[in-house]
């Protein structure tokens, strides 16, 4: 009878349900924090979040999660072994606990039932994919931009997020915050009268071919796994310097934003761009479609041309001075110029219709994070959620098309096809490594 269980006999019954009334008559304590007492948010509203590539800007948005009382930051998935451990020390500290887990392999992490929703802040290589697989897996997505590399990875994430039903936020912040949202506003409503041109300010107008640099001795895989780090993009031997971002073969040196992978980005109308065109998109109501002709540059600008004739500027120079990211709306009665200042300037002070508009210099991404937790609550749409960010990167990445070709290319938003260009049309996607196809 060694390997079974021994039957109870009168005495040993007898005593162990005393030893049962005994653990029973013993009052439990409850935490108050799990009762929701004090301000704190019981565990059944709280949002459980775990982190993918979480570097630089990647712990800025961390700590903005963070601050918010129903969120619980439980696990970390970096690369890189330094990363991991900086960002598992934040979340420790910030729960008096050593319960953040690390991996290196996202996988693992959207592995977790527990976990609801993921915040990724990798460089853009990984962004569409690791969103893609973060759906599949049931979660809600916080994602950085650019979100996708180029034209198909666009409309499959867009499509991703409909057929899961996930909540899915592109890290615009800027819809999120007054200003801005109070110009786009005056556009669409008719303020400004028939709106005519937006412009939007791209920081740079090249694009460039990815290139490899000069092989060295790859670190050990628990410190960095290269190959993972590399992704979908094509493979090429490791350079300590690519960590930092990629490099280019034209338009000089390095463009610290962007991960290796891609057969061509151009960094400003891509990078800022995912930025200023999405509110040029928002302010001439164009969140479903995107320009149909787009041109190359001219006399310092880059004009895109929606169907129904509203113009699309791309410049560098001759804004007024109200911080970054600066765009302007410009109607047949009135026109608006704003940027991270928080501050903006009217053609006409009865534009305001005595308003008082909160000026927020900056750009926080607390009001944009704050939008995305209440969404995955309520399973309603963020504002930036992925058919926007869908058509206002379609509408970069076909301005980088016409960059790279050097010549005027027309654009079907409906069959997302370029007319007649087999040479653009091929430029719409690229090659993906195995095993990440999706």
Known sequence: MSQQTKPLNR????????GASTLLAVPHVIPGSALGKDGAVPPSERIVLGGIGIGGRGTYDLGCFLEQPDVQFVAVCDVKEARRVAVKQLADQKYQNRDCAMYCD???LLDRSDIDAVLIATGPNWHATAAIYSARAGKDIYCEKPCTKNISQSLLLAETMRRCGRVFQAGTQRRNLPHFAFACELARTGRLGPLRTVYAHPAGMTTAMSRWLPPQEAPPIEKVDWDMYLGPAAWRPFNSVMLNGFHFEKG???MGTFEPGGQ?????VLEWGSHCVDLCQWAADKDSTAPV???PPEDGQIVATYADGVKLILREKDWLPLGSCPVRFEGDTGWIETGDSGKFVLSSPELLAGRKVEEIGGYPATFHVRDFLDCVKTRSQPKCNADIACYSHIAC?????ALFLGRKV???????EFLGDEQANRLRSEAIRA????
């Open 11 to 18: 005495r040993q019954f007898v005593k162990a349900m005393a």
């Open 293 to 295: 002709e787009y041109c």
């Open 397 to 401: 990445h076909a301005t980088n098309i």
């Open 435 to 438: 095993p990440w196809r999706i």
């Open 264 to 268: 061509f980005l151009g960094g400003g």
């Open 252 to 254: 000089g040196g390095f």
């Open 106 to 108: 996202f996988r693992e």
């Open 410 to 416: 027309q654009f079907d938003p409906v069959q997302h």
